[in-house]
């Protein structure tokens, strides 16, 4: 990767490398020289959308306060930015040995940012895949330069090297120091609002993480949403790639039961959103898609199940056996112990006994989950949404027949259901079941095709979500508009009126028709409406 770095930044990392001079690892290719700079400015010049692939990068250090909210200290704090795209990347705490690995930090904060704008893994991967490739073939020019030599392409990560440069460009240097205030800002304790500040171009960034900055582009009144820009900008580099795709439909659960696989218990009235989705999304990114599509904010825990019972049990019983972690019931006995404990896990959950014993148990162990005070079993939420609707050996099959242009053979009848449950306060209880696999515009994804109902605005319980249903349904809230006052109501619709305005709040939105949610994940995107 190449990285247009501030004066601070260069200075930082220079001064982590030789902190670690003695270490084998990899560590960036810095280029000071001015002469040396000019000609890499010119040899990207020759390049044409080099811009798109070389991202900006400021190192400064953040404050951190105590629970008193007074000043504890401060952490090193990195910004990559793109003027080109309008997204930044925070990286948060870094020490010397995350500087000398700068690059490969930077494409993860650049992976962690693109979800949150729900572009999909593969144009993603693809762009950051690119750049790597403009990196090697960069070094090379520089080898043939003799500006550098082998041992520098060795000591900055080959195949995956880091390449580090002064950031010559000036809006690019301005939107990035820009970029910098605006996250103390937004952090402080009493932030001054942006409208107050004058000195900042607010038209230089339009996100910062998962805070959208929805600003205008143009000095007309016309408003550019930060996921809108990525996704065309990808698509104008990448073009209308199709990828295998499927239609899921999730929908509302009226509590869970145990035991239902085809037709769970359903909320009334009904409430489901059908998204068209990446087959082999991980289930990461499925999760940030749900919350979206629910207007939901990620302030809860959540978890990914199979919707079969028997799959469930059996995939608990499983992780105990795996890990020897004791059951919470007396009672219970583990159905994976059984003789044909594996046998049954295989046919109720269309995984293989190496993904089990493999997979998922290394996920397990690296992701951290036996550390909880009482570790559970959840899918892996790193691998792909195809893998659990279809199963190990269906899976892969079905993903090169849409490849090949071909309709897979009575997929449906092979997949079986997800479970996600989130926020287990409320429990808000969700299923996933496929409806149908086709291969659609890769930059078009996600989607949402079908839709039904109002969905329960975050942090409401159950009983809350039914009576704001209800006021919407019998018209309440458009009475009090016509009485222009809603205190002419009882107590009761008093209260009820209020917990409709605090979720809209909340960045609720009732559901009016399918044709408004067109774009959807293209206008709203991140923790914010």
């Not at 959308?49 to 008193?68: I, M």
């Not at 690059?103 to 144009?123: L, N, W």
């Not at 090297?161 to 970029?179: E, F, K, Q, W, Y």
Request: charged content about 25%; proline content about 6%.
């Amino acid at each position: 990767m190449i990285l247009a770095c501030s004066a601070r930044a260069l200075e930082r990392i220079e001064k982590a490398k030789r902190s670690r001079i003695a270490k084998k690892d990899p560590v960036p290719r810095v280029v000071k020289d001015k002469c040396q700079v000019a000609r890499i400015r010119a040899w990207l010049n020759e390049r044409a959308g080099y811009e798109q692939l070389v991202w900006n990068l400021d190192v400064d250090d953040y404050p951190v306060g105590d629970a008193d909210g007074e000043l504890a200290g401060y952490f090193t704090c990195g910004y990559v930015f793109s003027r080109h795209f309008r997204l930044t990347a925070i990286l948060n705490a870094l020490d010397d040995a995350d500087l000398c690995a700068i690059g490969k930090f930077a494409r993860h904060g650049i992976e962690v940012v693109s979800q949150d704008c729900y572009a999909t893994p593969m144009a993603c991967d693809q762009l950051l895949d690119d750049a790597e490739e403009l990196a090697l073939e960069l070094f090379g020019f520089l080898q043939d330069e003799r500006i550098i030599d082998w041992l520098d392409v060795a000591r900055a990560g080959w195949p995956s090297p880091t390449i580090v440069i002064p950031n010559n460009d000036r809006s690019a240097a301005i939107g990035l120091s820009h970029v910098v205030e605006m996250h103390a800002g937004m952090s402080a304790k009493s932030p001054i609002p942006l409208s107050e500040r004058p000195d900042i171009d607010r038209s230089a960034c339009y996100r910062i993480n998962g805070m959208p900055v929805t600003i205008r582009a143009t000095g007309k009144k016309d408003y550019q949403f930060p996921g809108q820009f990525w996704r065309a900008s990808l698509r104008e580099r990448f073009g209308h790639v199709k990828h295998p795709a499927v239609r899921l439909r999730v929908k509302l659960l009226d509590g869970f039961a145990p035991g239902a696989h085809r037709e769970p218990p359903a909320f009334e009235p009904a409430c489901y959103r059908d998204l068209l989705l990446p087959l082999d999304a991980p289930l990461s990114w499925v999760h940030q898609v749900i919350q979206k599509a629910f207007y939901w904010a990620d302030y809860h825990l959540h978890e990914f199940q199979f919707l079969d019972s028997d799959a469930r049990e059996l995939l608990d019983g499983a992780f105990r056996d795996l890990f020897a972690i004791e059951s919470l019931m007396d009672d219970w006995e583990n159905p994976f112990s059984e003789p044909d404990g594996e046998k049954r896990f295989m046919q109720a959950s269309n995984m293989s006994l190496r993904w089990l014993y493999h997979d998922f148990a290394e996920t397990a162990e690296r992701e951290g989950v036996l550390d909880n005070d009482f570790p559970s079993a959840q899918l892996p939420e790193n691998q792909p949404l195809g893998l659990f609707l279809l199963g190990s050996a269906e899976y892969p099959k079905v993903m090169a027949t849409l490849k090949d242009g071909k309709s897979p053979e009575a997929p449906i009848s092979k997949s079986q259901g997800l479970y996600y449950h989130y926020d287990y306060g409320s429990d808000k209880e969700l299923s996933l079941f496929p409806l149908e696999y086709s291969m659609e515009d890769a930059y078009d994804l996600p989607r949402i095709v079908g839709a039904v109902g109002h969905t329960p605005p975050e942090d409401s319980g159950m009983s809350e979500y039914r009576e704001i249903v209800d006021m919407i349904e019998n018209d309440e809230e458009a009475a009090a508009v016509a009485r222009k006052s809603h205190y002419a109501f009882s107590d009761d619709e008093k209260e009820r009126f209020h917990l409709l305005n605090w979720a809209r709040r909340n960045g609720w939105q009732p559901f009016t028709s399918l044709k408004d949610l067109d774009g959807f994940f293209g206008r709203h995107t991140g923790m914010g409406w």
